[in-house]
């Protein structure tokens, strides 16, 4: 295993290992610390089917079901989703998506997110990452005194959410606004992050919309600066895995014509480290 930083200490590619063989638990817990440390790991050159995916999501947490059931496969294994653009494609995936932190509008998000490129697009498409922890640590200190100790409401249906599938009532009901703490320990590892999911917050603390509207505004520009995000330009055959608890993420908008075709994995942390804090 040999590891290339990408953007200073923010994500690492991570060359020759074969994420589709037998991965021993001293390589597995190596790799697993890698991708913490950085946040964003990329493999390149991997070829994993739907079982081979998921074999390598199981072996860092147990697996991750999408709450929005609408999103999944009519067949296949339920733990893999498709991102496709492909002609008959189920829940197409088709445009640009804003940035945010997956299911952070459930009470125990999921820990790790895992994408596999198995067609990518020539132009755009890009996943851009934005390290959390990194914004954090940098954060002016009238910023931090504004977010530190308080709590936020996250929502399926955020002030900016432009959904692939339209909630049912029932779904509605099922996944209700959750209050997270903007500002979460990591679970492993002495480190905070600014918990940012624009497409999610709906309300901070109490604050009217329009205030939370203007302080959202402030830690998006804050969290976003260059410094502080890593734009992954697909290529065929890579693997990118992301840690929820201290990155953002958006899709990066791709001409029609283009096909794109992902499959995706996702991992928790056990129970008792799920709900973050
Ligand atoms: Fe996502």
Known sequence: MRTVPLHGEFAVRVEDIDL???LDEVTVTELRDIWMRHRVAVFPGQDLDDEALASFAE???PLFVH?????????GR???MELSNLPGAHAPVTSELDWHTDQSYTPKPVFGTILHGLMVTEQGGETA??????AWASMPDDLRARVDGVTAVYAAEGPRVRPRIVLTDEQRKEIPPVPHPLIRTHPYLDRKSLYLSPMHIRTIDGMSEEDTATLMAELIAHATQPAHVYTHKW???DVVMWDNTSVMHRRLPFPPDQ??????????LPEDRAVPY
């Open 20 to 22: 589709s063989g037998p």
């Open 59 to 61: 072996r860092l947490g």
């Open 67 to 75: 709450v929005q059931k609408q999103l999944l496969r009519p067949k």
């Open 78 to 80: 339920k733990e893999i």
């Open 129 to 134: 990452f934005a390290d959390l922890a990194g």
């Open 235 to 237: 290529t065929v055959g």
């Open 259 to 268: 096909k794109r075709y992902l499959i995706r994995a996702g991992f928790h």
